[in-house]
């Protein structure tokens, strides 16, 4: 699943005590793990569906090995009406059974059976009625146009709500699943059709080939009036023999906007298959734009789904989406190995899917795509991840699951991003052609099965003929949260020049975190020689160590991170990074990135001031590649929001800024040109916001009001001319149009939503709406927000506004206090998690922090997940505060 990062998106999920959350006998309710002397065999789904309507019929089939004498047996179900329970024992008896829903909130059921049965092989036969879900989860009902559709979204624990099953991941089945719909409507599902035969009056019955063992989050199916584009066949290769029929899947009237996503899909797939030496085992493949889902986009085994706006593409799209369409298709696509292949036993090894489909998605667009830069967007993923894992309340890789909530917060950057940089450094320790040979040797080990992180890592030892060091040093990383903060200081001695290390835990100023800690790590540094540099590698497992710079010059300088692909940060003297600095312009981009990193974590952990960070980053602004340009942004914004309290504090970071990238930005223009290269549309959509709403340059505002007036001037047939504006730079010139004309633009937005269909026009118009400054009118928005003109999925992009001052940020909590229930009603428990963030992301103070756990704590009861993200979201909040205390506002001045 590739998970957006963003509030109310799940985002395309070590075991506790001895067995998940809690141990489970045979007569108590299981609170985790389903206990395993029941096992499925084998599903028969059959579902009546029409999208129309609140709700559905099903009924489920499972056969059943029950492996101890029993009266009884535990699965998954939630919000199912159960009329009747029918089991069939080994020797062709029936009897009625009762469907009991124990734990409703978890979705914990029981089948009883009216009397003990010996172990042997039972089929369960339940029918049942559910309500078509409104929260994008299960079964869940869309609408595009006004028209309905419904489709599924089973991952991580939602399969529950469409029918009752073993809802785990560790219980692979086939399937057999047949849909009976509208006569008029489009059914599909993770394999080919193989009948289609009247139903009655007005119906139809469709039914699919027998699916491989699946777990049940990757059972997926859809119902509406769709349009069904056919793709390029996808040629056999050395490891499938037969074509890979290819087609896509999208809201009626929008099939024709596929043809980017499928002519670019064989690529990925041919790719993929020559990396694993294994070929595509699903027999076909449908990717199908969602009219509205709560993750970027989800791997289901012939049969992936994905927002919109990733599929439906123009000649005229903005760049960010046309990369991001091949991005996370290249990420969903690797899940096809990495998770549907072989699949995580339990939750807590969710990185077994996450973290090496985000890995493989990169080495995908490296090789089809460079011009991508994919190896810089994993060193930016790494870094935005270790923001998060400097909190004392950050996960770990491989997190303990103590409940659904944990299961539910598990899609994040440390699963994903964290756990790709982690697999990219060791992949680069044991070379890349070792690595591959442990990957394929694991692929083929646990096919159509389940692994856990043992399996994988002995995988990669045995190819690399590494031992217990190696599997210690890789499990440092999955084990214990944390980034490595790796401190250097240089000595000349005995005429050799040595760097002395020494590794703790990074925390950043005001953390209560224990800094004692050990991981294995893979250093390398590269240092300055008579003629260049040179790089020295070696794995850093103790608490302190020494390295032999052979060659060195007298004065040299050291880069700790050499390569950029280690996931640690790192620690010089003042005195060594300005020779450093000195020489940043002769780093590769990778390393400047973590250059970067290395100045934005000493500024947070206080070795910085002000000064010292805007002097040492500004070398990069001049960089020629957009993601070094970018690097600075996030910290000279922070000093900008948090610490620039008094105008001539605020108008040095903004001359800072304007020097820094305003000609840039003139240069690069505001309207796209012809054959230009992605990365300046990119630049450009980047450098326009920041400038324009960040720091309000003047020259940028009215470029961009400019086009937010033309767009929002009606045409003709009574529509906003959205066309008028670049469309890289819709959402920004929108975003400036509502702060500089308010109401009018504001209602003019309101008005066009709803009868606007085009994803990325709807994005744009969301993202100027999320603009408004005044609570009066942000107010309006977000009120606009709750209604069903607006998506669920689209919810968050209004609501959480702007973060920006102290005032926004009351307005946005004196509002979202006010429609609490309304914004849980919409959205679910499911995405609740994300709520502390999307209410008080930015928060800079101890009174912040203070209200949001006064209004939260006595909530957590009802909205699963959000634990977690209360303690992160109140953390980084004081940490805000402390380094805000610590730092020194007139150091900007200097």
């Known amino acids: 699943m590739h998970r957006l990062i963003r509030p109310f998106a799940m985002t395309a999920l070590a075991l506790c005590c001895s067995a998940a959350f809690a141990a489970t006998s045979a007569d108590s309710v299981p609170h985790g793990e389903l206990p395993k002397w029941a096992v499925p065999v084998s599903y028969r789904l059959a579902f009546k569906v029409d999208p129309s309507q609140q709700s559905y019929s099903g009924t489920t089939t499972i056969k059943v090995d029950l492996k101890q004498a029993s009266d009884h047996l535990w699965l998954d179900g939630r919000d199912l009406n159960v009329s009747k329970v029918t089991i069939t024992d080994a020797g062709g008896k029936t009897h009625d059974g009762k469907y009991v829903a124990v734990a409703p909130n978890e979705g914990v059921s029981r089948i009883d059976f009216g009397s003990t049965l010996?172990?042997?092989?039972?089929?369960?036969?339940?029918?049942?009625?559910a309500p078509l879900n409104q929260q994008l989860q299960g079964l869940y009902k869309v609408s595009h146009a006004g028209v309905p559709y419904a489709m599924t979204q089973m991952e991580p624990i939602s399969a529950r709500y469409a029918f009752p099953g073993f809802d785990e991941p560790r219980f692979k089945t086939p399937y057999d699943i047949s849909l009976t719909v509208p006569s008029d409507e489009v059914a599909v599902a993770n394999t080919k059709q193989i009948s289609e035969t009247p139903a009655g009056d007005k119906w139809k019955t469709v039914t699919f080939e027998q699916t491989r063992p699946l777990p049940t989050y990757l059972v997926a199916f859809a119902i509406g009036p769709w349009d069904v584009v056919k793709g390029p066949d996808i040629s056999p290769d050395a490891y499938r023999s037969d074509v890979l029929p290819l087609r896509g899947i999208a809201a009626h009237g929008e099939g024709h906007r596929m043809q980017h996503v499928l002519s670019e899909t064989p690529s990925i797939i041919h790719t993929l298959e020559n990396y694993y030496g294994f070929g595509y085992p699903f027999g076909k493949l449908d990717l199908l734009a969602a009219p509205d889902f709560s993750a970027g986009a989800m791997e289901n085994p012939g049969l992936v789904t994905f927002r919109d706006w990733l599929l439906l593409l123009d000649p005229d799209s903005p760049a960010k989406y046309v990369r991001g369409s091949f991005n996370v298709t290249a990420h969903e696509l690797a899940h096809q190995w990495t998770g549907d292949t072989v699949t995580l036993a339990w939750w807590n090894d969710i990185w077994l899917n996450e973290a090496f489909a985000t890995w493989m998605q990169q080495k995908v667009t490296m090789k089809v795509h460079p011009e991508y830069r994919a190896d810089l967007d994993r060193i930016t993923g790494a870094e935005g991840a270790m923001q998060n894992d400097s909190l004392v309340s950050a996960r770990k890789i491989r997190q303990p699951i103590t409940g659904n909530g944990d299961i539910e917060t598990a899609f994040d950057g440390i699963t994903y991003q964290k756990g790709a940089a982690v697999i990219g450094m060791f992949e680069g320790y044991v070379g890349e052609d070792v690595?591959?040979?442990?990957?394929?040797?694991?692929?083929?080990?646990?096919?159509?099965?389940?692994?856990?992180?043992?399996?994988?890592v002995g995988a990669i030892a045995t190819a690399a003929h590494q031992g217990d060091a190696f599997k210690h040093a890789?499990?440092?990383?999955?084990?214990?949260?944390?980034?490595?903060?790796?401190?250097?200081?240089?000595?000349?001695?005995?005429?050799?020049?040595?760097?002395?290390?020494?590794?703790?835990?990074?925390?950043?100023?005001?953390?209560?975190?224990?800094?004692?800690?050990?991981?294995?790590?893979?250093?390398?540094?590269?240092?300055?020689?008579?003629?260049?540099?040179?790089?020295?590698?070696?794995?850093?497992d103790r608490p302190t160590g020494t390295m032999t710079l052979a060659g060195a010059s007298n004065a040299t300088w050291v880069m700790p991170n050499a390569y950029?692909?280690?996931?640690?940060?790192?620690?010089?003297?003042?005195?060594?990074?300005?020779?450093?600095t000195q020489h940043v312009a002769s780093l590769s981009d990778t390393e400047q990135l973590a250059y970067a990193d290395g100045i934005d974590a000493g500024f947070r952990h206080g070795e910085l001031n002000a000064a010292d960070a805007l002097n040492a980053l500004k070398p990069l602004a001049s960089a020629k590649t957009r993601e070094v340009v970018v690097a600075p942004l996030p910290?000279?914004?922070?000093?900008?929001?948090?610490?620039?309290?008094?105008?001539?504090?605020?108008?040095?970071?903004?001359?800072?800024?304007?020097?820094?990238?305003?000609?840039?930005?003139?240069?690069?223009?505001?309207?796209?040109?012809?054959?230009?290269?992605?990365?300046?549309?990119?630049?450009?959509?980047?450098?326009?916001?920041?400038?324009?709403?960040?720091?309000?340059?003047?020259?940028?505002?009215?470029?961009?009001?400019?086009?937010?007036?033309?767009?929002?001037?009606?045409?003709?047939?009574?529509?906003l001319n959205l066309t008028s504006a670049d469309p890289d730079l819709l959402g920004d010139a929108l975003a400036v149009a509502v702060q500089e004309r308010g109401k009018p633009a504001v209602d003019a937005l309101i008005a066009e939503i709803p009868q606007t269909t085009d994803p990325a026009w709807r994005n744009a118009m969301l993202a100027g709406l999320s603009a408004a400054e005044t609570p009066e009118l942000a107010d309006e928005a977000r009120n606009f927000a709750l209604t069903k003109q607006v998506k669920v999925g689209e919810m968050a992009a209004i609501v959480r506004g702007s973060h920006d001052t102290p005032a926004a940020r009351d307005a946005l909590w004196q509002w979202f206090t006010g429609h609490y229930d309304q914004v849980l009603a919409r959205t679910g428990s499911f995405a609740s998690g994300m709520l502390p963030r999307l209410v008080s992301g930015g928060s800079c103070s101890t009174a912040e922090a203070d209200r949001l756990q006064a209004f939260f704590?006595?909530?957590?009861?009802?909205?699963?997940?959000?634990?977690?993200?209360?303690?992160?979201?109140?953390?980084?909040?004081?940490?805000?505060?402390?380094l805000k205390a610590k730092q020194d506002p007139d150091a900007i001045l200097h």
């Not at 040979?437 to 043992?454: L, P, S, V």
């Open 118 to 129: 010996k172990p042997q092989s039972l089929t369960l036969t339940i029918d049942y009625t």
């Open 435 to 456: 690595f591959q040979k442990g990957m394929r040797a694991y692929i083929q080990a646990h096919k159509f099965g389940n692994a856990t992180a043992d399996d994988l």
């Open 474 to 540: 890789f499990n440092s990383f999955l084990d214990q949260s944390g980034v490595p903060y790796v401190q250097t200081k240089l000595e000349q001695k005995d005429g050799k020049t040595v760097l002395h290390l020494s590794q703790s835990r990074y925390l950043p100023v005001g953390s209560t975190g224990d800094a004692k800690r050990v991981w294995g790590i893979p250093v390398c540094v590269r240092y300055g020689t008579a003629d260049g540099s040179k790089v020295s590698c070696e794995m850093f």
């Open 564 to 580: 950029g692909r280690g996931y640690y940060r790192f620690s010089l003297a003042k005195s060594e990074w300005a020779e450093l």
């Open 635 to 719: 910290t000279v914004e922070w000093i900008y929001r948090n610490e620039a309290s008094t105008e001539a504090q605020r108008a040095k970071v903004v001359g800072w800024v304007k020097d820094a990238y305003l000609q840039r930005m003139e240069q690069l223009g505001y309207q796209r040109k012809a054959g230009e290269p992605d990365g300046d549309s990119l630049l450009r959509s980047t450098l326009a916001d920041v400038l324009a709403l960040d720091f309000k340059i003047p020259e940028v505002r009215t470029a961009l009001l400019k086009q937010g007036d033309a767009a929002l001037a009606k045409k003709a047939d009574g529509h």
């Open 857 to 882: 704590e006595p909530r957590l009861k009802d909205i699963t997940g959000a634990d977690r993200g209360l303690a992160q979201t109140r953390e980084q909040t004081l940490l805000c505060a402390a």
